[in-house]
């Protein structure tokens, strides 16, 4: 058997696509383990599983483990703030929940070990930011984490709904050449990330390198 491992997903391949399986898992299960994919399915797999990721972030983390939702802090909103205006984001409608427990190693299908998001330190769904470290006040890291993230919730609000967040998201992924790093909607939030950066190093006293 052989085993795929890149940024955005890993599992073991080797089983054919069972009977049992929507047409759906059968194009994924052939775009990773035989490389024969319709790509232009992919966008609709997207817009499908997206709002399944965020229920299931959700659960896990509200309902089971009793995260909280919480505010950006006053802290936040004044550092964020010039950014939060240009990006035209309400700074009320954004939600955060720290020490979570992320979709990292998270099953997808059953009939094969699929998991997506590997080693990731946050992840966005809608205006909700999940971010696996515990809350520091007045953290700089912290800070530049939020100013990528955030700027996932600028891309959701502009698309309108988690659903086509997930098609769109899938599609700069194939357009990427299958790559986490050079899918279009993570390359303009670190893009984001790096001028909230220089922008915090020149105004704030944190000592930048």
């Avoid at 795929?4 to 299960?29: D, F, I, R, V």
Wanted: net charge positive; charged share 20%.
């Amino acid at each position: 058997m052989k085993t795929l491992t890149n940024t955005s997903y890993a599992w073991t391949c080797g089983q054919t696509c069972p009977s049992n399986s929507k047409q759906l898992e059968c194009e994924l299960y052939q775009l990773i383990c035989k490389q024969n994919f319709n790509t232009n399915l992919l966008p609709t797999w997207g817009k499908k599983f997206f709002p399944i990721f965020a229920k299931d972030i959700f659960k896990q983390n509200i309902n089971q483990h009793n995260k909280k939702l919480q505010r950006l802090t006053k802290w936040q909103r004044k550092w964020l703030g010039p950014f939060l205006k240009q990006w035209k984001l309400n700074p009320y409608q954004i939600r955060i929940v720290y020490e979570a427990k992320l979709l990292n190693k998270h099953k997808i299908l059953k009939n094969w070990p699929i998991s997506i998001m590997d080693d990731t330190l946050a992840q966005t769904f809608g205006n909700i930011i999940y971010i696996k470290r515990a809350y520091k006040p007045r953290n700089g890291g912290l800070l530049t984490l939020l100013s990528h993230e955030i700027y996932h919730v600028k891309q959701y609000q502009e698309l309108q709904s988690i659903s086509n967040f997930g098609a769109e998201y899938a599609k700069h992924f194939i357009n990427g050449g299958f790559s986490y790093d050079n899918n279009k909607m993570e390359v303009e939030a670190y893009q984001a990330e790096a001028t909230f950066r220089k922008w915090l190093c020149k105004h704030s006293y944190w000592r930048c390198n």
